[in-house]
């Protein structure tokens, strides 16, 4: 361990994080941190890794170490919420990640992402006074607050109402559209109108999540992101400060994604349904797709992932209770222990297959390699863990009181397609 990465773990760990590993040598970070690393290094993107299980957990820190990369790990509400399909969730990643960055020795920073906090309504609002402090509590240092579903003026109400419960030196999330491919995608107009109301509340998030043409899950259309719509909605945004998250990457070519890096304010991708995959074993191609059989059916790779004899209790299971395609997603939580009780030989291949899938994403295809010391970097020059806001307030508070954007929103072109998925 360097001097500069103790001397970061001594000022760069943020209060939550100080108060609840003490003794801990891992470098967890603001999600701020990861941003701007990934901005000054320049067409470079980290890559968010859901963990929907701990050796996805272990298999991304161990890649992140390797490309010497700075990371985030995290969870979404669907995922790791009160209604959680995963055994990993909001309030045990943190510890999850804590626990295997001082077993492994791992010395690259490492932010932990609440993604995709999903508002659907003023119960959802009222949950989250209570819910989001206690994420933060449980180690979280990052946030989505998305209410992309909701229309405009709601949108940027609800993450109005909700930004006075995120810390001021927590990584900060806005998002604009539902994920839901090619219906319905994300405007100039939608996405100025969200990041000008709050930036006239003196509210700077550090991405923005589009619909710009991806899916979450197993996307087979091939439509995939729209390069040149994002790169329109980033240019327009410029002045605010705010770079790009990138949902809903399986499906995407590594060449479009390569697209995305170097022509795009991206520097935030979501890997989710890839790197569950490949944790257990299903073959996945260049899209991050699993591979189906003849008949329809995932292709398991005998001597990959977990057991044949497990797969094969999985596949049984999810028949019987109706789970097919990405609805797979949801035997997370009954097989945690299971897979975890697996030999060593078989967690750590595991464990190994979806570091080097990661590494890959690091190296060849996000250009993340050695941001590692450009985080490390900012936290010495800034001698915090907090490195403030990115941007300055340029709109007027007078011109965004509610009644004003309310009637300004009613003049936006907004085709919010069918109920799309918002949830991971």
Known sequence: MTSDFLKAVEIGRPPNIQRLFPNSKALIVSGKVINRALKTKGQAIAIAANGRNHLVIRGALRAAQRANAALLIEIAKSEGGANAYCAVNYWNIARHIDAVCNELGITIPV???ADHYGIKGDKDIEQARTEIPSMFDAGITSIAIDASHMMDADNLAASLALNRYVPKWAGLET???EIKGSAGLSTVEEALFLVR????????????????????????????????????????????????AQHGTSGNSTERLRQIAARTRTTKANVATALQMISWGVEVNDYGNAVLDSDGNFKKVSGQGVSDELWAEMVAYAKEHGLSGGNFKKLNLPFE?????????????SVQAVEDFVFHLLTEVFNAKDSAPIAIQALLDAGSYDLGPNAKRIEDPAEWTEAKYRERAKSIDSDKGPEGDFDD
């Open 337 to 349: 222990n299971k897979i975890l009780g697996q030999s060593a030989e078989v967690r750590e291949r």
């Open 111 to 113: 932010a932990v992402h």
């Open 197 to 244: 109301g709050l930036n006239a509340h003196d509210i700077f998030p550090d991405w923005i999540a589009l619909n710009n043409g991806t899916s979450h899950g197993l996307e087979a259309s091939g439509q995939g992101i729209q390069v040149d719509l994002t790169a329109e909605i980033h240019k327009a945004l410029e002045p605010y400060g705010i770079c790009g």
């Open 175 to 177: 998002e604009v559209g």
